[in-house]
């Protein structure tokens, strides 16, 4: 069955339109005559171009002008590129001992007159590898002025749009009900992996897109790590686990983080959750239009240093979520940490976290939920169980 190009957007025509819209006029306010376009999540954000083809040489050439956006790309891509966005000129890089994708690139910055112009490209994403970049300075070099994007796209993506908040609204319902589902699957016995499996299980049952990274289950001293590690471990009968995963629906995440306990409590494990949660609620608090981001790190910082935790608490707390690519669910910057000058607007989407990994008594704690900013009191879009979840 023949589909129309564009057919596949995941978002009406007119909102990528609008997108495009901001974008050029950006362009234009910063004195630009172009952006090279390498991250996985601006071409999803204002074309709807849906690929993992990012990790191979991928760019979309956007201009000042009303020109066409023009994609380079491989020829495994095309019929995506054609279905999924609102790009009609689409360019191919053929594959060969000797392919040189950048200079393909620079043909398509020579057909659109931009020569001797000012040129930013998009420096902080995995759509752009060293390698890539050194071919790209290397063909261009000398023959445009190559500028920093200073995180254009991304900070124009980082509050959302109503349609965009439909999205991580349902990827907060599915990840709910994974919550749940993990936590009376939890018991002695069974494998970390096992738990991960009820995970996967429960969100592509209920619809979700496959995450963008792995999932966080680390029990036992694991607990302390603020990554996953590889290996199996079994959950005794004594014992602790830290989860925290991603939920992407239509490539929008929300995240969450909790700890199950097995068998007794001990006191300094009840002092850590109490600690953690109560810092989450002042945290939680602050998020309202016109508090910064280094604000709000200053309430988890002095929640954790009050509660004797100063020695174990990390460096930031949170970040941004929204669109995500492999390999993070993390759409940063912004992140929250000392200092932070990001202040908060209706409409951002921040994942919180607050870890306590404490290496002197072996005991973890992690709790966290994502919220929305909005006019008034922020909008926590991903639950937590009431209290503590012990399993004896």
């Known amino acids: 069955m023949a589909l129309e190009p564009g057919s596949l957007l995941p978002f009406p025509r007119a909102e990528h339109e609008a997108r495009e819209v901001r974008l050029r006029s950006e362009l234009r306010a910063r004195g630009l005559d172009a952006i090279l376009v390498f991250a996985q999540e601006s071409h999803y954000w204002l074309t709807g171009y849906d690929t993992g083809g990012f990790v191979f040489f991928q760019c979309a050439v956007v201009t000042a002008d009303e020109r066409p956006i023009v994609l380079l790309t491989r020829r495994p891509d095309l019929v995506q590129a054609r279905l999924t966005s609102t790009i009609e000129d689409i360019r191919i ?5 000797d392919a040189d994708p950048a200079q393909d690139l620079k043909a398509i910055l020579d057909e659109l007159g931009l020569a001797g112009g000012r040129v930013a490209v998009e420096l902080n994403t995995h759509g752009l590898t060293g390698w890539n970049l050194w071919r790209v300075q290397n063909a261009l070099s000398g ?3 190559l500028e920093n994007d200073d995180h254009m796209i991304r900070k124009l993506r980082l509050v959302k749009s109503p349609a965009e908040l439909e999205y991580m609204r349902k990827a907060a319902e599915i990840l709910d009900t994974s ?3 993990v936590i009376a699957a939890a018991r002695p016995g069974i494998l970390e992996q096992e738990l991960k499996g009820v995970y996967f299980n429960s969100i592509m049952r209920q619809g979700a897109d496959f995450p963008p990274n792995g999932p966080l289950f680390n029990s036992g001293e694991r607990a302390t ?4 590690v590889a290996g199996p471990r079994r959950i005794e009968p004594q014992d602790q686990i830290l989860v925290e995963y991603p939920v992407p629906y239509r490539r929008y995440n929300v995240k969450t983080e909790w700890t199950i306990l097995f068998g007794q409590v001990a006191d300094q494990q009840r002092h850590m ?4 949660r109560e810092t989450l609620h002042r945290m939680t608090e602050i998020a309202r239009p016109g508090a910064t981001l280094g604000e709000i790190f200053d309430a988890h910082a002095d929640g954790l240093d009050r509660a004797g935790f100063a020695a174990h608490r990390y460096g930031a707390t949170g970040y941004s979520v929204g669109i995500g690519f492999a390999p993070t669910s993390m759409d940063v910057p912004p992140m929250i940490y000392a ?3 990001q202040r908060c607007e209706p409409g951002m989407t921040l994942f919180y976290h607050v870890m306590i990994g404490d290496s002197d008594t072996g ?3 992690g709790v966290g939920h994502t919220l929305l900013v909005t006019d008034g009191a922020p909008e926590v879009l991903t639950a937590l169980p009431d209290d503590l979840t012990v399993v004896t």
């Open 143 to 145: 023959w445009c002025r």
């Open 225 to 228: 790590f603020g990554r996953s």
């Open 363 to 365: 005991y973890g704690m």
């Open 93 to 97: 890089w053929w594959d060969a001992d």
């Open 179 to 181: 919550l749940e589902e």
């Open 339 to 341: 200092g932070a000058r």
């Open 273 to 276: 959750y109490d600690a953690a």
